[in-house]
Structure formats: structure tokens, C-alpha cells
């Protein structure tokens, strides 16, 4: 009897395309990277124990000698207003952030708060850090 003899196989695993998928996943995520503004203002935030998305609305940000910046444009407490309004009407987004330094009196924040609203902001969020 002739037995035919097995041929063994050189089984080689091409990993060209896991390290293609593997590159596009990192293209992926390196781009939807949430990128939260830079504080133009230095700023300690006041400290919380739950956690919070970055912003992706407007942000005005609050320094503790009380100077303020809106989407990175200092402006004074005068003009804040009609810099909101603006800022409101460029804006599809019916939300705003406040990043206000720790120091910063709890009366204030309410009267940019408030300002905030006569703008027509809905959604109104106080910025913290995590503790």
C-alpha cells in the first residue's frame, strides 16, 4: 500500500490588517477626543465628589480679582451682558458653562447666572473639579 505523505503546511498569520484596524481605532479616538477649552483665566475650581462632562457649550470664566472672560475674550462686567446676548444669538446651543475660581463670592456668580438667563440660556452649569 502507498500511503501519499503528508505535505506540512506553513501556516503564516499576516497581522497587516490587525495593525491597520488597530491604527484606525487610535486615528479614531485621538480624534473624537472631547477638547475642553483651555481656561484663559487661571482658575481653582471649587471640588466635587460626582464627576462631570467637559463642556461643549460657551464658557465663561470667572478669575478670582473677579475678571471675566467669555469663549476666551476678556470683557468687563459692564459689557458682559451685550456679550452674552451676542454670544446667544451666534449660538444654536441654548446652554452655557460657568468656570468660577473658588474665591469667587457665591453673589456674583448668581448675578452672571442671571445675566445668563436674560441672554435666553436655558441650560445653565456651574464647572467643578473632581476631588
Not at 500500500?1 to 495593525?19: A, Y
Not at 469663549?71 to 468660577?100: F, K, Q, W
Amino acid at each position: 500500500m502507498i500511503f501519499k505523505e503528508k505535505r506540512s503546511r506553513n501556516i503564516q498569520l499576516d497581522i497587516t490588517p490587525i495593525v491597520d484596524m488597530v491604527f484606525n481605532l487610535l486615528i479614531f479616538f485621538a480624534l473624537s477626543i472631547n477638547f475642553s477649552a483651555a481656561a484663559s483665566i487661571d482658575l481653582i475650581l471649587p471640588k466635587t465628589s460626582m464627576p462631570s462632562p467637559a463642556p461643549r457649550a460657551p464658557v465663561i470664566q470667572i478669575g478670582r480679582s473677579l475678571e471675566i472672560s467669555v469663549d476666551r475674550t476678556e470683557v468687563a462686567y459692564e459689557a458682559l451682558p451685550a456679550a452674552v446676548s451676542t454670544l446667544r444669538r451666534n449660538s444654536i446651543d441654548s446652554g452655557i458653562v460657568i468656570m468660577a475660581d473658588e474665591q469667587v463670592a457665591h453673589g456674583f456668580v448668581v448675578s452672571v447666572m442671571d445675566i445668563c438667563r436674560q441672554a435666553g440660556y436655558e441650560k445653565i452649569s456651574i464647572a467643578a473639579s473632581v476631588r
